[in-house]
């Protein structure tokens, strides 16, 4: 009898599972089910993820998507899901990736991010970034009507949570991971985990000069306290705490070489020319080891 409860279990949650999958394919390709009322949408492996949650009084997203095209997309999809409307976009960081296409969402939605994020956003705007998109075809040319650049309305400092219907929602800042202005959004009841781009999937990370690598290694201890069933990376397919775990190999991996390197008294020109980690050689954006050399030698060096 035992035997056939165990059989019947993983058959219902084979089942389940193709039920979710079924449901993700009716909005289209790049769509996952993450939990009942969770979406998530990110066209390829490297591509910005951006998501929506259904509550009873509302949607929040999370990022606006990468092209005009694929907020088109995403507000399509909301709308076969549910009638209530978007009541918050929550930015994950201030890149134009992530932040570019609030037009479509806002107004209704009202945009939140942490303190600084606006100023950031403006510093990084690209007046000529629409004209160059619409000039590739006439799609991108309609999905750019009303473009303009909308910068939070809400800045929330250190940490915020938004109640709405029967969601909690736990916007945690991280700093020096990547951006400006980095949030992770965290639902503690369904477990699941926003992490932005402080962790994408088997990738390297472009990491800008304001990154500390020690405070990276930090947001992953951090995140993994929380113990989630789900993490939704910035960028790529929806994963769970290994992704942190292989970051935290990666990372100590590198600092650990460059450290080594540095005592035998190369110069970082030197170390960037000769390291090499064959170990991570199938991860995305292999031109952006050098960068990652940047941070580690600065952490090495301090």
């Known amino acids: 009898m035992k035997k056939c409860f165990v059989v019947f279990g993983f058959l219902y949650l084979f089942l389940l599972g193709i039920a979710l999958s079924l449901q993700a394919q009716e909005l289209g390709p ?3 089910k993450v939990k009942d009322g969770i979406y998530t949408f990110a066209p390829d492996a490297t591509t910005t993820t951006c998501s929506f949650v259904v509550t009873q009084e ?3 997203m999370i990022d606006s998507c990468n092209s005009p095209l694929d907020s088109r997309k995403m507000a399509a999809a909301i709308k076969k899901v549910t009638d209530k409307p978007v009541v918050f976009l929550i930015d994950t960081e201030t890149h134009s990736d992530h ?31 629409a004209e160059t998109l619409a000039a590739k075809s006439p799609e991108l040319r309609a999905a750019l009507e009303g473009n303009k650049m909308i910068p939070p309305q809400i800045e929330y400092k250190d940490k915020m949570t938004i109640n709405l219907g029967e969601r909690a929602f736990e916007l945690i800042y991280l700093k020096n991971v990547h951006s400006e202005a980095d949030t992770i959004i965290w639902l503690p009841k369904e477990r699941v985990l926003f992490a932005g781009s402080a962790a994408n999937v088997r990738t390297f990370l472009n990491l800008r000069p304001s990154v500390v690598i020690p405070d990276v290694l930090a947001s992953y201890k951090f995140m993994k306290s929380l113990k989630p069933e789900v993490v939704v990376t910035g960028h790529g397919p929806v994963s769970t705490t290994k992704v942190f775990d292989e970051y935290e190999g990666f990372y100590t991996l590198l600092l650990k070489r460059v450290g080594d390197m540095a005592a035998q008294g190369k110069s ?14 199938d991860w995305h954006n292999q031109d952006r080891l050098g960068v990652n050399i940047d941070a580690a030698y600065k952490a090495v060096k301090n």
């Open 30 to 32: 790049g769509f996952t």
């Open 58 to 60: 509302g949607v929040v």
């Open 99 to 129: 932040t570019a296409n609030h037009f479509v969402f806002s107004p209704p939605a009202t945009i939140i991010n942490h303190e600084g994020a606006g100023a950031a956003m403006k510093k990084e705007f690209n007046p000529k970034r």
């Open 268 to 281: 970082l020109d030197e170390i960037k020319k000769e390291l090499k980690m064959p170990e991570y050689a």
